[in-house]
């Protein structure tokens, strides 16, 4: 596709269910963030992927959260036992890598509530 | 650690001229940029500046980096409704590395 694709855009869940959110980058983008946008908070980096280097899972707030990207296409982040707390919109963007500085290309995100 | 701060709120009137400023933490960032939001629309890139450089200007828009304060601003000329937005500042150590992004001013533009 043309941009970034992001499903669901929407997701309600019960608390201690698991869900999956995906994100279709850029075609031949090497490089895939994930952030989480909660209520009136900035942008929380949570996990980065670049090529097939090993990901950067830093921002990852605790075991319950994990992402898998296969090659350079589609990433899935898993939230695990969910909290009210993980309510958010989760964010995926793309970018060419190393070639742009910072040239992140957006989704328009996965907004998850927890009951 | 790094932390980028801003403003939450900005109002004006169209046609105005809008300044949104940022300051960051990490001294040792070397981009710096500026993404808009649109309601119910991904972050969009408007612009960035390289840290060796005080002023980059695009068409209405002014970034200004004062960087021994650090010190980031976005200035919008002839504002119009259509700038309505949240505007989010953000720094990285490289061009390649993660972004820090700032919790975002919403910028409403009156007629």
């Known amino acids: 596709g043309a941009g970034v694709s992001q499903s669901p855009s929407n997701k309600v869940t019960e608390k201690g269910k698991d869900v999956e959110l995906r994100c279709d980058p850029i075609s031949g983008h090497t490089a895939l963030y994930w952030y989480r946008q909660r209520l009136g908070q900035g942008l929380e980096f949570l996990i980065y992927f670049q090529g097939n280097s090993a990901p950067d899972k830093s921002g990852l707030p605790s075991d319950r959260f994990s992402a898998e990207r296969t090659g350079e296409s589609v990433s899935t982040l898993t939230i695990q036992r969910t909290q009210q707390e993980d309510s958010a919109v989760y964010l995926c963007?793309?970018?060419?890598?190393?070639?742009?500085?910072?040239?992140?290309?957006f989704g328009e995100g996965s907004r998850l509530t927890v009951l | 650690g790094e932390d980028v701060e801003q403003s939450l709120f900005l109002s004006v009137r169209e046609g105005d001229s809008s300044v949104i400023n940022c300051t960051y933490t990490?001294?040792?960032?070397?981009?710096l940029y500026w993404y808009k939001q649109e309601p119910g629309a991904g972050l969009q890139l408007l612009t960035y500046?390289?840290?060796?450089?005080d002023m980059k200007q695009d068409q209405r828009l002014t970034v200004l980096l004062n960087k021994k304060d650090k010190h980031l601003s976005l200035r919008i000329a002839d504002t119009q409704t259509g700038d309505s937005a949240i505007y989010f500042c953000a720094e990285s150590l490289s061009g390649y590395s993660t972004l820090t992004f700032g919790k975002g001013t919403m910028l409403l533009v009156s007629p």
């Open positions: 963007a793309s970018s060419l890598g190393a070639t742009q500085p910072g040239e992140l290309f």
């Open positions: 500046i390289f840290s060796n450089m």
């Open positions: 990490d001294s040792s960032s070397t981009y």
